[in-house]
């Protein structure tokens, strides 16, 4: 029987969407516009047993906006440090991190505050993409959103 591996996004915690600069405090993250923090969950769900190859691996965060696709490679650590995770039959395996979404990108404009609009537009394209040396999967869920 051919392994079966599922990926979900348990959690999505979204922050700095509308900001709101106060003088007196200097935050530079703000700048770097909505940030997400993801809590991805995969899961073996046959009765054999199968391996992940995190160091080996490769995870993105892909998600279209305005007719544009667009793919962040992230770094989940401490996950990628691990040469190997081996999921029993019926397991699963936590893996998180976090991402500023639109840095690097044009959708990033300088002194805008408020990115309501442009992740209304994201977030329901957001995935996540896993690949290794033997596994390839993408998420198709998205259970629970909170913005801070």
Do not use: A, E, W
């Given at each position: 029987m051919s392994a079966q591996l599922s990926l979900t996004i348990n959690e999505l915690?979204?922050?700095?969407?509308?900001?709101?600069?106060?003088?007196n405090i200097i935050d530079e993250d703000l700048k770097d516009g909505p940030y997400l923090q993801f809590v991805c969950f995969f899961e073996n769900h046959t009765d054999s047993s199968v391996i992940l190859y995190p160091s080996k691996s490769r995870t993105n965060v892909v998600f279209r906006y305005m007719g544009e696709n667009y793919r962040l490679e992230?770094?989940?650590?401490?996950?990628?440090?691990?040469?190997?995770?081996?999921?029993?039959?019926n397991q699963g395996y936590n893996m998180s991190f976090?991402?500023?979404?639109?840095?690097?990108?044009?959708?990033?404009k300088e002194n805008?505050?408020?990115?309501?609009?442009e992740m209304l537009l994201v977030l329901p394209?957001?995935?996540v993409n896993y690949k290794?040396?033997?596994?390839?999967m993408r998420t198709s869920d998205i259970l629970?959103?909170?913005?801070r």
């Open positions: 915690h979204l922050s700095n969407v509308k900001v709101d600069i106060n003088r992230v770094i989940p650590l401490p996950f990628v440090d691990r040469d190997l995770i081996k999921l029993n039959p976090g991402i500023s979404l639109f840095l690097g990108t044009p959708i990033l805008q505050m408020d990115y309501t609009k394209t957001v995935n290794d040396c033997v596994n390839n629970n959103v909170t913005i």
